[in-house]
């Protein structure tokens, strides 16, 4: 007697393929969950302290540029640049000392650099000149990047007030008798000629000459 065996041939592959094809599904499925997730970028901003600030016309000052990580802790060096733009205040006036800064990693919090400027000490009298820094962070891998403050307008004070400096206040001078001598020079540069007429109350007496000239060249020289 003969046995027969069915489900032979081709169709006793099917166990196979499936169980082949669920096994393609879990390495795929392993691939996708062991895939890393990107890292975001960091909420880090530059400002300057201030907007803007006021230094007298002589000397060299600071201001303050703060980085805020926002309490992450940075993961490379944030260089920043740091340009100067002339307003009424031009190069003459001023010099930027400071270039570039850098924050160096790792900062959590805040932290602080400082730009430096140099105001030109002149003896020219004029209005209060300013003139505007700005800032820019370089890419990084933390996303740092300027914040609302990104600008500083900086007014130099002027300390040169224009005035006359008299040698002598008041001359008493004797009548039939010879005359006596003063001289005037100004306390500023002025930016235009400046005549100095002196008067005499009463017409009881003669000044000359009637009048005296002095210009930016020789302002400081006493006539």
Same mark, same amino acid.
């Given at each position: 007697?003969?046995?027969?065996? %069915?489900?032979?041939?081709? +169709?006793? =592959? ?7 094809? &669920? ?7 392993? #691939?996708?969950?062991?895939?890393? #997730? !990107? ?7 530059? *400002? ?7 230094? @007298? ?21 944030? #260089? ?5 733009? =002339? +307003? ?28 430096? &400027? ?17 800032? =820019?962070? %370089? ?14 307008? &900086? ?13 002598? @206040?008041?001359?008493?001078? $004797?009548?039939?008798?010879? +005359? ?14 400046? /005549?100095?007429?002196? /008067? ?7 000044? $000359? @000459?009637?009048? %005296? *000239? ?5 302002? =400081?020289? !006493?006539?």
């Amino acid at each position: 007697m003969t046995d027969a065996v %069915r489900g032979a041939g081709p +169709g006793t =592959d099917r166990p196979t393929l499936l169980m082949r094809a &669920v096994a393609v599904f879990a390495l795929v499925a392993s #691939v996708m969950i062991a895939a890393p #997730v !990107p890292l975001q970028a960091l909420a880090v901003t530059v *400002n300057f302290d201030q907007a803007s600030g006021d230094l @007298p016309e002589a000397g060299t000052h600071t201001i303050a540029v703060t980085l805020d990580t926002g309490g992450a802790t940075t993961t490379e060096d944030i #260089v920043v640049d740091i340009t100067a733009t =002339d +307003g009424a205040a031009t190069g003459p006036d001023y010099t930027l000392d400071t270039a570039e800064i850098t924050f160096s990693q790792p900062i959590t919090g805040t932290a602080s650099l400082n730009v430096s &400027v140099t105001i030109t000490d002149d003896a020219l009298f004029e209005t209060d000149e300013d003139f505007q820094l700005s800032l =820019d962070v %370089r890419p990084n891998a933390d996303g740092a990047a300027p914040g609302p403050t990104s600008d500083h307008t &900086v007014t130099i004070l002027d300390d040169d007030p224009a005035g006359v400096t008299l040698s002598d @206040p008041s001359l008493n001078v $004797t009548e039939g008798a010879a +005359g006596d001598t003063y001289t005037v020079v100004l306390t500023s540069e002025p930016t235009d000629t400046v /005549t100095i007429t002196p /008067t005499v109350s009463g017409g009881l007496a003669q000044v $000359t @000459p009637a009048s %005296r *000239n002095f210009t930016a060249a020789n302002w =400081d020289t !006493p006539k």
